[in-house]
């Protein structure tokens, strides 16, 4: 794959100074000059040290990126939200682990990417995983496909650039509106999985819209400000308001017309990096989610009536 960008600075600087400005890494460098990549200005190849100038073509040639021989083929299909040569963004079900683990080893998003990508023959065959979900969380996740857009979204979500929307129904009927949940959460001491807000926790910051209430609870939008694990359930859980189906944090509480936390990533938007324009893409609720706010609605109305 090539990249190509041309030089705007009206002061000439160095090849490897403007590669910077690209955020374009020494390890990523390495890769292009050892295995098989190519350097290029106007065509011709060229040296980190060269000048280059206002105007100058310069173009990075990717070096192939060969599969994980240890991940698993899975021949599970995957709904493609959105792709081109850089990302491929997929709608994950629930009941999907987004990676594979002892538990876990094949089916996972990753296993069904691989499949996905090995049937199509990319020349890029290296999973590349940007967004994770939790099993039982549906929505959207971002895979990139190649290194330098893995490392340029991994830059956006450290800087707080991409943003993810979420959407969730919770037990009890929220009093406000709207709110910033502000409040550290670190691992519980007796357990390997579970999260708590505790003091000695990671800053984590969650703000919610109420969207619609209900007799017995409440859908929300939501937007993660921090990433940390189990991040809006713990923080819902802990002011009172438990995901509905959450049986992690809201034990003994089974949802009768759920059986998983009703938990989606309904939208994720970001500045492309490679063509400068904004990239939306939504995931519609899923059918488990849209029988459940059914019910809900249809058990309001019982009561309004």
Same mark, same amino acid.
């Given at each position: 794959?090539?990249?190509?960008?041309?030089?705007?600075?009206?002061?000439?600087m160095?090849?490897?100074?403007f590669?910077?400005?690209?955020?374009i890494?020494?390890?990523?460098l390495?890769?292009?000059?050892?295995?098989?990549?190519?350097?290029?200005?106007?065509?011709e190849?060229?040296?980190?040290? =060269?000048?280059?100038?206002?105007?100058?073509?310069?173009?990075?040639?990717?070096?192939?990126?060969?599969?994980?021989?240890?991940?698993?083929?899975?021949?599970?299909?995957?709904?493609?939200?959105?792709?081109?040569?850089?990302?491929?963004?997929v709608?994950?079900?629930?009941?999907?682990?987004? $990676?594979?683990?002892?538990?876990?080893?094949n089916?996972?998003?990753?296993n069904?990417?691989?499949?996905?990508i090995? &049937?199509?023959?990319? /020349?890029?065959?290296?999973?590349?995983?940007?967004?994770?979900?939790?099993?039982?969380?549906?929505? $959207?996740m971002i895979?990139a496909k190649?290194?330098?857009?893995?490392?340029?979204?991994?830059?956006?979500?450290?800087?707080?650039?991409?943003? =993810?929307?979420?959407?969730?129904? $919770?037990?009890?009927?929220l009093? =406000?509106?709207?709110?910033?949940?502000?409040?550290?959460?670190?691992?519980?001491?007796?357990?390997?999985? &579970?999260?708590? $807000?505790?003091?000695?926790?990671k800053?984590? &910051?969650?703000?919610?819209?109420?969207?619609?209430?209900y007799r017995?609870?409440?859908?929300?939008?939501?937007?993660?400000?921090?990433?940390?694990?189990?991040?809006?359930?713990?923080?819902?859980?802990?002011?009172?308001?438990?995901?509905?189906?959450?049986?992690?944090?809201?034990p003994g509480?089974?949802e =009768?017309w759920?059986? /998983?936390?009703?938990?989606?990533?309904? %939208?994720?938007?970001?500045?492309?990096?490679?063509?400068? %324009?904004?990239?939306?893409?939504e995931?519609?609720?899923?059918?488990?989610?849209?029988?459940?706010?059914?019910?809900?609605?249809?058990?309001?109305?019982?009561k309004?009536?």
């Amino acid at each position: 794959m090539k990249i190509e960008w041309t030089v705007t600075s009206q002061s000439p600087m160095t090849l490897k100074s403007f590669l910077k400005t690209k955020r374009i890494s020494k390890r990523l460098l390495a890769k292009v000059k050892f295995q098989g990549g190519r350097l290029e200005v106007n065509q011709e190849l060229s040296r980190v040290r =060269k000048q280059v100038s206002e105007g100058d073509l310069v173009s990075l040639s990717l070096p192939d990126e060969p599969a994980n021989d240890h991940l698993e083929i899975s021949d599970k299909k995957i709904v493609v939200l959105f792709e081109d040569e850089h990302f491929l963004l997929v709608d994950k079900p629930s009941n999907v682990p987004s $990676v594979p683990s002892s538990l876990y080893r094949n089916h996972t998003m990753a296993n069904r990417v691989k499949g996905y990508i090995e &049937k199509k023959d990319y /020349r890029h065959k290296t999973i590349h995983i940007v967004t994770r979900l939790d099993k039982d969380t549906s929505g $959207v996740m971002i895979f990139a496909k190649h290194g330098l857009a893995h490392s340029y979204l991994d830059q956006l979500l450290k800087g707080k650039e991409l943003y =993810k929307e979420y959407v969730a129904f $919770v037990n009890g009927k929220l009093e =406000k509106r709207w709110d910033l949940i502000d409040r550290p959460i670190g691992r519980m001491e007796d357990s390997i999985i &579970k999260r708590q $807000v505790v003091e000695t926790g990671k800053p984590s &910051k969650t703000e919610y819209w109420v969207k619609k209430r209900y007799r017995d609870s409440t859908l929300v939008k939501i937007q993660l400000h921090t990433g940390r694990t189990h991040q809006i359930r713990v923080h819902f859980s802990d002011i009172g308001h438990a995901l509905l189906g959450d049986t992690l944090y809201n034990p003994g509480s089974a949802e =009768k017309w759920i059986d /998983r936390q009703a938990l989606h990533c309904a %939208k994720v938007v970001f500045d492309h990096p490679f063509t400068g %324009k904004e990239l939306s893409v939504e995931s519609p609720l899923p059918d488990d989610l849209k029988r459940l706010s059914n019910q809900l609605e249809s058990v309001s109305s019982e009561k309004k009536s």
